[in-house]
């Protein structure tokens, strides 16, 4: 071969061999910078894995707090039912005796009536026997 070709060949592979360390050296700058992301990314990632671990017991408590004011309301709830069950059996049952009442009232009203008018007739009889005897 020529002494160019030789010449012309290792300038060939020097600026080939150019080319590969800039795409490495670039491919390097790449690479880092994929690494830095994958850093942030994963130190992202844990933030918002506490933050949600954090809020699920925040939810958790709140939930618990939630259950409790409804039971709670809902034992409330029972015993004023059973309260006013109660009453309502009280005022019934004193209904009852007051409408009893009332009705021995008028018989014994219906009677004393009864009673009275066979007085006044008694007494009218008298007063005629009387007046007539005269």
């Known amino acids: 071969m020529f002494p160019e070709w030789r010449e012309v060949r290792a300038v060939t592979y020097l600026i080939v061999l ?3 360390y800039r795409k490495y050296e670039r491919s390097k700058t790449v690479i880092e910078g994929f690494k830095k992301n994958e850093e942030v990314l994963r130190v992202s990632l844990a933030e918002y894995e506490a933050t949600i671990r954090k809020q699920e017991q925040k939810y958790d408590v709140l939930k618990s707090h939630a259950m409790s004011q409804l039971e709670s309301a809902n034992q409330e709830l029972d015993s004023v039912h059973r ?3 109660a009453e309502t059996a009280k005022l019934k049952a004193m209904l009852k005796k007051a409408e009893v009442k009332t009705s021995s009232l008028e018989e014994m ?26």
């Open 83 to 85: 309260s006013q069950q």
């Open 18 to 20: 150019c080319v590969v």
């Open 109 to 134: 009203l219906e009677q004393k009536v009864k009673e009275n008018q066979e007085l006044a007739s008694i007494c009218d009889e008298l007063i005629n026997k009387v007046g007539n005897g005269e």
